[in-house]
């Protein structure tokens, strides 16, 4: 029997034609998990592609192929295994690991930018021509960039079917097929079923399915309740601390296992609300129940790759402790905290903003001033949400601001403004369309904005696994208490291939999450950015 410990370490996203059959064969015959969404499998004596870790029995080495995305797979002509269900599995690790083109590609195709952009839109964000993206998506994943996003159209297509009583038009349409022929004519080649055949599977609790998340003084009319897949162990409750130790009023709200916020999404405005907590112990996928309210469907896509991104649910725990648990300083922190996360977000002009106004300010600083300018510039929406009442304001809007008018020191507003300046000029990109080099360059390039603001941001809103903040007086403090002299301690982690590395950013996590309980404010108490500027 091949056991986990007989494996090679999970590998990096490969070329499609270069996986090698025997190291995926041994995969398929552990059932590991930790492979969902790095490969998938497809047999082709029954037609149907599957996860690594499906439980259906095991085929013959001789009926098996390899494919690196279930784009690639589809366009083969397999369709998704209705037991394990391939299409909805966790994205892969290595599209935030390596950073590459294919991986920022995912992130923006998940987010529906081929949808509302086409290729031509999608290729100008990552500076290629069309052709070039489809041969190099091709190479790397298996299929172009309209394969790719067919295959999204047809797993928000099944959730619709599945999760709501709306109309199969209105699904043809919310999921962004540009016809009902073409809706039925994906779902039959993806599925082997029908929309309504879909639908009459769907079981006997209703729309949703199961447990459901919905509150009737917590969520608007009409909430749609979906199970978002995350790989295990997960620390839910962490995060949740995070995120609500840092809730700014009128944009987001929590409460006892649950966050909730406001979405500015490309159709119309929405919110979500998630529960979290720690899963049961073991190593597998997991689902975190989100509950959206969204005024227009059509966003659906995008909400939910940027609630996974918030989640960071694609990172794989195992390989994250494993690495950081070889090390004598995290080992202790890692077995307190296991499958700790770094939060994201769901907006990365958002994130860039609200660092700028927390330099040199506590969290609750922080929290009372943002709040103010959500008051002040952010638009007010009408959520049915109690403690939702505005969107974050937009970076084009503040920057039309004038700074002395900001409350903050004057340095701080015009660095403020600047940023946003930049932003909605294009100078600086936090869509993760730019290679994280290049944004931190552009970010430092801006009067007021240092080492520390552009590396905090890359870590939240590019999803950076390999940032360390070294001035951070929070970290500085941490390894003090752990009996770690700074000033000879840190140099072992920074510059490249430092210690810890490349999973850094959590190691930067589980140090704070020593210095303040329940996680403590990312924020350093004298940030070098500001005086910089002066």
Known sequence: MTTTDDLPE??????????????????????????????WTAVRTTG??????????????????????????????????????PDASPGSPDWDVAATTAG???????????????????????GYTPRHLTRLLGDELGAGPLALARARRAQTARTLVERTDLPLTDVAHAAGFTSVR??????????????????SRRGRTGPGGGRRAVQEDLDPPGALTLRLPVRTPFAGRELLAFL???????????????????????????????LLDDPEPGTGT??????????????????????????????????VDRHLGEDAVLAPLGAARPGLRVPGQVDGDETAVRT????????????????RMVQAHGRRVATGVPGLTHLFPRADVLAAVDPETLPMPRARGRALVGLCAALSDGRVRLDRSVARAETRAAMLALKGIGPWTADYVAMRALGDPDVFLPTDIGVRNALTGLGEEPATFLPQVTGDGGRWSPWRSTALMHLWATVIPALPDPRPRTDPDTTEET
């Open 48 to 85: 149907i592609y599957c996860r690594p870790s499906c439980p259906a029995r095991t085929p013959a080495p001789r009926n098996v192929t390899f494919h690196a995305s279930a784009a690639a797979a589809q366009a083969a002509g397999y369709r998704a295994c209705r037991r394990c269900r």
């Open 182 to 199: 073409q809706f039925n004519q994906t779902v039959q080649d993806v599925y082997a079923a029908t929309p309504g055949e879909l639908r």
């Open 356 to 371: 700028v106004v927390g330099q040199q300010v506590s969290v609750v600083g922080a929290r009372t001033v943002t709040a």
């Open 10 to 39: 999970r590998p990096a996203e490969v070329p499609a034609d270069t996986l090698d059959p025997q190291a995926c064969y041994r995969v398929v015959e552990s059932r590991d998990p930790r492979f969902d969404g790095v490969f």
């Open 286 to 319: 997991a689902t975190v129940e989100a509950v959206f309210g969204l005024d227009d469907l059509r966003d659906l896509p995008a909400a939910v790759e940027r609630v996974r991104r918030m989640l960071d649910a694609d990172a794989d725990p195992v390989v």
């Open 104 to 126: 920022r590609a995912m992130r923006l195709i998940a987010d529906g930018v081929v949808d509302r952009e086409g290729v031509p839109g999608l290729a100008g964000r990552l």
């Open 244 to 274: 609500a130790y840092h809730v700014v009023p009128g944009v987001e709200t929590a409460g006892p296992g649950w966050y909730a916020r406001t979405l500015d999404l490309p159709h119309a405005p929405g919110t979500v609300r998630v």
